[in-house]
Structures are given as C-alpha cells and as structure tokens.
C-alpha cells in the first residue's frame, strides 16, 4: 500500500496521488508495477525503494547519483506474540 501525505497549516494530510515534496509512505502489500512507477516518477534507484522494507535493514545513510536515502528504524508494538517476543520491533 502506497499512502501520500503533506503539511497543510500544520497538520499532517493524507493526500488523493502523489505530489512534490510530500512524505511517501509505503507498505507491503503493494504491487509491484506501482513499485516500477514510483521509481520512475522520482527518478532513484530501485534499490532505494525496495531495501528499506527488509525488516532486517539497518539505519543508513546513502547518497547515489545526488539522490540520498535515509533508513531510520524505529520501535512500533510488536503486536504478533507479546507473550513470547519483544514488546517492541523495528
């Protein structure tokens, strides 16, 4: 799933397609020629959005044909199995 979002009078929006200089936020499922469309619209390495949904990624820095990536892994409530795993993941 494929979401855009940007700031309107200080408060975040989901918006209707996608727009210059909005937050794009993207999660499994997805399909995968909306995957190919993205990389073409933005231009970058189709690396830059397909590594990043490894859950095993870690946080990085990367800067590609003036195209720069930041991964930044962040805790969210592991809500599988509390019971036996990490009350976080991230």
């Given at each position: 799933?494929?979401s855009?979002?940007?700031?309107k009078?200080?408060?975040?929006?989901?918006?209707?397609?996608l727009?210059e200089?909005?937050?794009?936020?993207l999660?499994p499922?997805?399909?995968?020629d909306s995957?190919q469309?993205?990389?073409?619209?933005?231009?970058?390495?189709?690396?830059?959005i397909?590594?990043?949904m490894?859950f095993?990624e870690?946080s990085r820095?990367?800067?590609?044909?003036?195209v720069?990536?930041?991964?930044?892994?962040?805790?969210?409530?592991n809500?599988i199995?509390?019971?036996?795993?990490?009350?976080?993941?991230?």
């Open positions: 799933m494929i855009y979002y940007d700031m009078d200080e408060i975040l929006q989901e918006l209707d397609e727009q200089h909005c937050w794009i936020n999660q499922p997805f399909e995968k995957i469309k993205l990389v073409e619209y933005l231009d970058v390495p189709q690396d830059f397909t590594d990043p490894d095993d870690r820095y990367e800067n590609e044909q003036g720069r990536l930041i991964v930044v892994n962040t805790p969210v409530i809500k199995d509390q019971k036996n795993e990490a009350i976080y993941i991230t």
